[in-house]
């Protein structure tokens, strides 16, 4: 994206994978929740995950050592110019789908129209960019862009390749358990609805000696079972029916693992560093909802969560507190006055930041941990009175009309209630009611795709080069658009200005500061409550499951993984 890319032509493999690691054996992982689909292209129903990179391959694929760079897999050769106004992909001859179909430059075209038409609502925004995309041979194609955007060439690179031969068009916005037909090293060996996903590695797989490939994929199995709640997918680990777990709660983290496993080694723990800017993870206030529209009414919410309490009691102290939507990296706003660059793009929207955000002096409110804040409840009773809201009786109630403010949470795992559980707690001292609803998995997942709710918890999950996935987090025209991820209903156009400077940019010193202009407009518009995250990832394997020594940036990744000894 900006800069040369860190490994030559002829390249032989990435650094942070073993291109030694044996293949064989089966991986088994858990997860929380179900699914009644294997298609993860639609907004209809509920896919896992791994059927996106497993099955379904790309034109290219995303280095894991770098901020975002792209090296050759289904496609042999990329061409483009340095305006970036077009791309040219040609094809690998070698190519192959499962069912041993080539895979041609029709496939894609195919594949760019149906989802471009009829795929997720980033597919649709991101290809909509594209003015023309035209088949200029059997395994070529060429895509004109009808905007300036840099980073067009590379989100066409990743563009997922479908079989035009087995696919209708016509259903395949339906919900199925019939995967994919794509070109990647694992195919369907076995489901059962909401159940377990078994897929087996592909003897015939064509890209298997790429040097993007090498390494990766080294299990002959993948097993992937699913549990109603994270304590039976826990206890599921500690009998040794899953082989590894991103562990995400610092309690269990803490006091879990003393277990007789852990203590003569046969299940290894590891707290592992990781290179991007860490999750921002956050209660969202919907400002489409009358409730949250008025911005001291969140502001007093978030005055009202002592994260020093919760952090103390709940989580051993293990956590650390959000504030940048790109913490911990070169990202973030916090701590950094705006640079001119920053001045200058904010320039036409003087109220979008707030001064002390602008000056690198704003920071999330801090309690004084005892869980009853004096202090923060009168800030909080003030914003709430000023937005047109009184304490009275015991109740916050409006003083127009003296209904109760009572907004209501959805949460979609006990761990979410628990913490939902100490907020409300901490909320009742102001007269506000939260109303606390656990729902499963399909549930939360539809509500939060409609924006049916008050408040929901999320997680946005950041790299070192954030892009046109910015504007389905944070841009104005998917706050109206079913199943982006602005979760929040946020219509900014300081932020929308933002994401097309960070798009624009050439160089990585401009790239930056257009990134962190965005943090400093999300900060300033306290549409969430911020929360926390770990310092790193949290990981526990059974020794039979072995790792890479050298990191990527992300940390570690299961495709790298293989079986050893045990």
């Given at each position: ?315 051993f102290g293990l956590y650390r507190r959000n504030g940048s939507f790109y913490d911990d990296s070169e990202l973030s706003s916090l701590g950094r006055p705006a640079d001119a660059r920053e001045r200058a793009l904010l320039s036409g929207f003087p109220d979008a930041v707030l001064p002390q955000v602008m000056d690198g002096t704003w920071r999330v409110p801090v309690a004084d941990g005892s869980g009853r804040d004096r202090e923060r409840l009168r800030r909080a009773l003030d914003l709430f009175g000023e937005a047109g809201w009184q304490l009275k009786g015991g109740a916050l109630v409006s003083k127009a009309g003296g209904e109760r403010f009572a907004p209501e949470l959805i ?156």
């Amino acid at each position: 994206m900006h800069g040369a890319p860190q490994y030559p032509a002829g390249f032989a493999h990435y650094r942070s994978v073993n291109p030694d690691a044996p293949k064989g054996g089966r991986l088994t992982q858990a997860a929380v929740g179900g699914f009644d689909s294997l298609n993860p292209f639609i907004v209809r129903g509920t896919a896992p995950p791994f059927i996106r990179w497993n099955l379904v391959e790309s034109l290219m694929a995303r280095s894991p050592d770098e901020a975002f760079t792209c090296y050759g897999l289904l496609a042999q050769t990329v061409e483009t110019d340095d305006a970036r106004s077009y791309v040219a992909f040609n094809l690998d001859p070698r190519a192959r789908f499962a069912d041993g179909v080539p895979v041609t430059a029709e496939d894609v075209l195919f594949s760019f129209e149906l989802l471009r038409s009829r795929g997720r609502p980033n597919h649709r925004s991101y290809y909509g960019k594209v003015a023309k995309a035209e088949v200029t041979g059997p395994l070529s194609i060429r895509f004109t862009f009808g905007v300036v955007d840099r980073e067009l060439p590379l989100i066409l690179a990743l563009m997922p390749v479908l079989a035009k031969h087995a696919v209708n068009p016509e259903t395949f916005e339906q919900t199925s358990f019939t995967a994919p037909l794509g070109s990647g090293p694992y195919a369907v060996a076995e489901v059962k609805p909401g159940e377990s996903v078994i897929l087996n590695r592909r003897a015939d797989y064509w890209g298997a000696a790429l040097p993007v490939n090498r390494g990766n994929y080294n299990f002959d199995s993948l097993r992937y079972d699913f549990y109603r709640d994270v304590n039976s997918q826990f206890e599921a680990f500690k009998r040794g029916l899953s082989d590894i777990r991103f562990e995400t709660d610092p309690g269990r983290w803490k006091t879990g693992y003393d277990i007789p496993a852990v203590r003569d080694g046969r299940i290894v723990t590891e707290q592992i560093a990781t290179g991007t800017p860490k999750p921002y993870s956050a209660l969202i206030f919907n400002m489409r909802r009358p409730l949250f529209a008025d911005v001291r009414v969140r502001q007093a919410m978030v005055e009202l969560f002592d994260f020093e309490w919760a952090n103390e009691n709940l989580y051993f102290g293990l956590y650390r507190r959000n504030g940048s939507f790109y913490d911990d990296s070169e990202l973030s706003s916090l701590g950094r006055p705006a640079d001119a660059r920053e001045r200058a793009l904010l320039s036409g929207f003087p109220d979008a930041v707030l001064p002390q955000v602008m000056d690198g002096t704003w920071r999330v409110p801090v309690a004084d941990g005892s869980g009853r804040d004096r202090e923060r409840l009168r800030r909080a009773l003030d914003l709430f009175g000023e937005a047109g809201w009184q304490l009275k009786g015991g109740a916050l109630v409006s003083k127009a009309g003296g209904e109760r403010f009572a907004p209501e949470l959805i949460v979609g795992t006990k761990d979410q209630e628990r913490l939902a559980l100490a907020y409300q707690n901490m909320l009742r001292r102001a007269g506000v009611t939260l109303n606390i609803r656990l729902v499963d998995n399909v549930q939360f997942e539809a509500r939060k795709q409609t924006y049916d709710y008050d408040m929901v918890p999320y997680i946005w999950d950041q790299s070192l080069s954030p892009g046109n996935e910015q504007a389905f987090y944070f841009g104005s025209a998917a706050a109206d658009t079913p199943g982006t991820r602005n979760f929040m209903g946020l219509k900014s156009p300081a932020a929308d200005a933002m994401i097309e400077a960070l798009l624009a940019a050439r160089e990585r010193g401009d790239f930056v500061s257009a990134v962190r202009a965005l943090d400093r407009v999300l900060i300033s518009a306290r549409f969430s409550l911020p929360l926390f995250y770990t310092p790193g990832q949290w990981v526990a394997r059974w020794r039979k499951v072995e790792r890479p020594q050298t990191l990527a940036l992300q940390g570690t990744l299961a495709e790298s993984w293989w079986q050893g000894p045990g």
